[in-house]
């Protein structure tokens, strides 16, 4: 792209072509991303000191694009099925994003922290979706819809796992959204489906 032209979200343009540089397990470079972008190498640090800030940027943008998908979740309490509110909003987070903050916090395990830095604790990629997934399961719990032994963090835990399982060796399309489905309902059977004498 000519120098002198505006290019509109252009931090949005480079976190997608991030997205599509690891989706194609390319080399993760600028150039590599700015190529992918279609806009000139400089761009990226135009709006970024160096690549690591550049990564950070994306850790935080899409970790809290994470965490306003799941931020209905506590509005679902004591409603439907504890299976079918957390699959259905774990559903709604694209796998595209999570697997690409997968592969980034396992080659850069400093990016977490550099994320919550800037967001606070627990809130980097899918330690959102545990804590969000905990926090729920924890609330049903005490409406009488989880179980009382029931350890929530660990199934949680197990949710998030399912999720960057999938994501990481299945990739984004219908085939692995239907098998985190299925996987969320079989890892919360044990939860009832309502109330207790409904």
Request: aromatic share 4%.
């Amino acid at each position: 792209m000519p120098r002198g032209i505006a290019v509109p979200e252009a931090r949005q343009q480079l976190f997608a072509a991030v997205e599509r540089v690891i989706a194609a397990e390319g080399a993760l470079t600028s150039r590599a991303v700015t190529q992918e972008a279609g806009v000139a190498t400089g761009l990226l640090f135009t709006h970024f000191r160096n690549f690591d800030n550049f990564l950070i940027g994306y850790g935080v943008d899409r970790s809290f694009q994470i965490a306003a998908s799941l931020a209905a979740l506590p509005e679902r309490l004591g409603s439907g099925t504890v299976d079918g509110n957390l699959s259905e909003a774990i559903l709604t987070l694209p796998l595209d994003v999570v697997l690409t903050l997968t592969r980034l916090t396992a080659f850069r395990p400093a990016l977490t922290a550099e994320v919550e830095r800037v967001l606070g604790p627990g809130t980097a990629g899918l330690r959102v979706v545990a804590g969000s997934a905990a926090r729920y399961l924890a609330a049903e719990q005490e409406l009488g819809r989880v179980p009382s032994g029931v350890d929530t963090a660990a199934l949680a835990l197990a949710l998030a796992g399912v999720l960057q399982h999938v994501a990481l060796t299945e990739g984004a399309g219908p085939e692995a959204r239907a098998r985190i489905g299925r996987a969320v309902a079989a890892i919360c059977a044990p939860a009832p489906a309502t109330r207790p004498g409904r």
